[in-house]
């Protein structure tokens, strides 16, 4: 299971002017100080924020609907809501929480209007970092086994999880993918923890019902 990696930190200037007071500030911190300018007037502040998740939230719209022309729209759409918004902003959950629950609001929207085919897709898994139980199979075959492998269990898994509704798929996305916690899940969908490990444990009763054949 890939887990998103955080780039090193661009201090916005009034924190690197006082480098002794950022030490210690954690990255929801740092994200706090680039939104309290970007709702003083500082437009261009918001540019830092963008390029700090924009990959993260196009990885996540994208396993929302295995179409990269749509998730680059979509992730675009988010931001420019998030720019729009962020005057409403009060710090009650982070930047990051904020910013992905409106990514999958966003691609739940665009879902139901287009009724699209719902997609997994393992581009982004790190293969010696996955802990999913039903992925562990790949690492008890071979190198030249795996990219088979690979293949066959990706198209069952997309017919299964065309079974599953977008509530539950997200969660898997967001747990088995994203790598985030069952307590950021909950925020971003505004849920409560037991209610995200009731959908994981659905979701993944479901694909290894599907997967039996693959995983016993």
């Not at 540019?47 to 998740?53: C, F, V």
């Not at 293949?151 to 599953?164: F, G, I, S, V, W």
């Amino acid at each position: 299971m890939i887990k998103s990696r955080q780039h090193a930190e661009v201090l916005p200037p009034q924190v690197s002017e006082a480098s002794e007071a950022a030490e210690g500030l954690s990255s929801a911190d740092l994200d706090r100080l680039w939104v309290d300018r970007v709702q003083h007037g500082d437009v261009a502040a918001f540019d830092h924020l963008t390029r700090k998740y924009r990959q993260r939230v196009y990885s996540v719209i994208y396993n929302l609907t295995s179409n990269r022309e749509d998730a680059a729209d979509l992730t675009q759409d988010t931001f420019i809501k998030a720019f729009t918004s962020i005057s409403r902003f009060r710090g009650k959950s982070s930047f990051f929480t904020w910013l992905y629950r409106i990514a999958v609001n966003t691609t739940l929207s665009h879902l139901k209007k287009n009724r699209m085919r719902r997609f997994f897709s393992f581009e982004n898994i790190n293969e010696e970092a996955s802990s999913s139980e039903i992925l562990e199979l790949l690492s008890t075959k071979t190198g030249a086994e795996k990219p088979a492998l690979m293949n066959e269990l990706q198209e069952k898994l997309n017919d299964a999880l065309q079974t599953l509704s977008f509530k539950h798929r997200t969660v898997v996305i967001l747990f088995e993918i994203e790598g985030l916690s069952h307590a950021e899940i909950a925020k971003i969908m505004n849920i409560s923890e037991g209610t995200v490990r009731s959908r994981l444990h659905y979701a993944k009763q479901q694909l290894q019902s599907i997967l039996q054949d693959y995983i016993r």
